[in-house]
């Protein structure tokens, strides 16, 4: 027992001694990304600047089928964000633009900044948990929920959101269906869609 004690004590001031060598690790995105983020640079060549974001200033122009822009700050746009498991994004959405339903590896956080819109998540029971929020509102989506927003003011609308993973990836549903290289004849048989419904999406994605 003594030695099954000690051997954990050592894992454990390993751990500790390998989480405090570094106070933080900003991201050399020229160099190749690894299953846990990129290398670090070299503190000698980290600034204050490497810390601060710039990417959320100013108005977005809308123009995606969707009626949204979104710019994200993942750790390859913001490479201090290596290693801190955190990321975020900005949201930007014309009059009636969506986030069509989509999902991430992460859990995510959302505080409305501008306009009105409807956000929501379904869950694995196909239950919609969905409401209108309000400027200053903040609305949690689970890990790997499909979920979405929706402008229903007559304004645009801005939102920021901040997920728990430096690198959360996005996948979004019907993009993922159509705008890809799965062929029509499967999209019809999992969709339950006639070949012209499913034709006409992928026109819409320039992949007919």
Known sequence: MNNLAYFFVFCLLASLSHAIELDFCVGDPSLPRGPKGYACKHPASVTTDDFVYTGFRGERTITNVFG???????????????????????????????????????????????????????????????????????????????????????????????????????????PSLFAGNLPANIAEQITLLSHEEVMRMKRMFGTA
Do not use: C, W
């Open 68 to 174: 949204n822009n979104v710019t994200l700050a993942f750790s390859d746009a913001f490479p201090a964000l290596n290693g801190l498991g955190i990321s975020m994004a900005r949201l930007d959405f014309g009059v009636g633009g969506v986030i069509p339903l989509h999902s991430h590896r992460t859990s995510e956080v959302l505080i409305l900044a501008k306009g009105s819109i409807i956000a929501g998540f379904i869950d694995a029971n196909n239950t919609a948990f969905y409401k209108r929020l309000q400027v200053g509102d903040v609305m949690v989506f689970p890990q790997a929920m499909l979920h979405f927003q929706i402008n229903v003011g007559r304004s645009l609308a801005t939102a920021f959101v901040s997920l728990n993973g430096a690198n959360p990836a996005l996948q979004l549903t019907t």
